[in-house]
């Protein structure tokens, strides 16, 4: 009797193991896949973090090379090192550095040398939007000098009666300091005494 009471509860135990064993091998490895699953949410967002700095850098970028045209001061260079670096942290500091330089040519562009001189000339001229040939915009503007100093504007945008004020002023800054002075201007520089 105690024979066949040992082997019942030998019988007993094995299935009780038999059905342990499994549970804690399953527990082993769901404990496991969610490891795996908190590795893969972070990589996931790691490389979100690493594509959208990447965005904002392109977009800062573009802003500075938008305001430099503007101008027609030469393109900041870019090296592209940001999209062969797998740090977010490197990448972020050469997003700090483009929206650094997209402010500065921003601010630089909207406010050209000798501002005030140009707004006392357009007084005097057309308004901005003038498109009454030969001579366009608000700094009346013939289609030489717009060729001459503005060419870049005159074929993406034609006439100057279609750039900003801002762009009129700049093509007019790059006649300034090619040597022609306000002398393309003669009558209003003179009255706003400038020449």
């Keep these: 009797m105690l024979l066949l009471v040992a082997v019942a509860g030998l019988a007993a135990a094995l299935s009780l193991g038999a059905i342990l064993v499994p549970q804690q091998a399953e527990a082993t490895r ?28 392109r977009e800062a970028r573009d802003q500075a090379w938008k305001w430099e045209a503007v101008m027609s001061a ?28 997209a402010i500065q040519a921003r601010r630089e562009a909207q406010h050209p040398p000798r501002l005030e001189d140009w707004l006392c000339i357009h007084h005097y001229e057309g308004a901005w939007n003038d498109p009454n040939a030969p001579y366009y915009g608000g700094l009346q503007m013939d289609l030489g000098f717009q060729q001459a100093y503005g060419a870049a504007l005159l074929h993406h945008k034609g006439t100057a009666d279609h750039w900003t004020p801002l762009e009129q002023i700049w093509v007019a800054e790059r006649a300034y300091r090619s040597g022609r002075g306000f002398y393309p201007w003669p ?7 400038l020449i």
């Design 30 to 57: 769901s404990i496991g896949s969610v490891a795996d699953r908190a590795q893969l949410a972070r990589r996931t967002v790691h490389v979100a973090q690493l594509r959208q700095t990447l965005a904002g850098i």
């Design 74 to 101: 030469p393109r900041l260079r870019y090296a592209a090192s940001a999209e062969q670096s797998p740090s977010l942290g490197y990448r972020r500091s050469v997003l700090a550095l483009w929206s650094r330089r």
């Design 187 to 193: 009558n209003t520089a003179r009255w706003c005494g």
